[in-house]
T-cell receptor
Framework: AQTVTQSQPEMSVQEAETVTLSCTYD???????LFWYKQPPSRQMILVIR??????QNATENRFSVNFQKAAKSFSLKISDSQLGDTAMYFC???????????FGTGTSLTVIP | AAGVIQSPRHLIKEKRETATLKCYPI?????VYWYQQGPGQDPQFLIS???????DKGSIPDRFSAQQFSDYHSELNMSSLELGDSALYFC???????????FGQGTRLTVV
């Protein structure tokens, strides 16, 4: 069975500061993909960043980067230069290479404080 | 760019009624996923389709059924609605060879 754990239900950060959201997962599979999705108040699910497990290099998308530790099964999201528009619920998600469903964590509610 | 289209955006039904939610995936996307997200909850996987065949099934009640049609759009049919079915229902699609889901804006179902 695959599980995704986000141990921080709520976090806050000052505007322009950096924040890191934690995610751990459990799987016996070797080929899989990890994602961070953002869900703002509009409740639209927006893909923030994606990481292939076979890639050692951490994914980066502008102000968003991940720290992927495969051995530790850890996949944290770092948001640099936080902006008010980053305020949202952030979900860590996982999919195995041959799978047909995404497994979501319980989410971290991030508030960026002006 | 075209996105995943869900209709209706909002739906209010009474208990024991039936609801049909529609999802139009991004063109050339052959996989569709359905998720249910209750208030303050993480998305729960219901069902997925690949090339018009059911490919995986999650915690979908027997009262619910879904299918993917020849034009790749999908419909989620929900019967004997219960108050607990009130939720945001997401559809997502992905193309072959890319493990990434693009989500629609969701259908907010309220059962009264």
């Amino acid at each position: 069975a695959q599980t995704v754990t986000q141990s921080q239900p709520e976090m806050s950060v000052q505007e322009a500061e950096t924040v890191t959201l934690s995610c751990t997962y459990d799987t016996s599979e070797s080929n899989y993909y990890l994602f961070w999705y953002k869900q703002p108040p509009s409740r639209q699910m927006i893909l923030v960043i994606r990481q292939e497990a076979y890639k050692q290099q951490n994914a980066t998308e502008n102000r968003f980067s991940v720290n992927f530790q495969k051995a530790a099964k850890s996949f944290s999201l770092k948001i640099s230069d936080s902006q008010l528009g980053d305020t949202a619920m952030y979900f860590c998600a996982f999919m195995i290479d041959t799978g047909n469903q995404f497994y979501f964590g319980t989410g971290t509610s991030l508030t960026v404080i002006p | 760019a075209a996105g995943v289209i869900q209709s209706p955006r909002h739906l209010i039904k009474e208990k024991r009624e039936t609801a049909t939610l529609k999802c139009y995936p991004i063109p050339r996307h052959d996989t569709v996923y359905w998720y249910q997200q209750g208030p303050g909850q993480d998305p729960q996987f219901l069902i997925s389709f690949y090339e018009k065949m059911q490919s995986d099934k999650g915690s979908i009640p027997d009262r619910f059924s879904a299918q993917q049609f020849s034009d790749y759009h999908s419909e989620l049919n929900m019967s004997s609605l219960e108050l607990g079915d009130s939720a945001l229902y997401f559809c997502a699609s992905s193309p072959t060879g890319l493990t990434e889901a693009f989500f629609g804006q969701g259908t907010r179902l309220t059962v009264v």
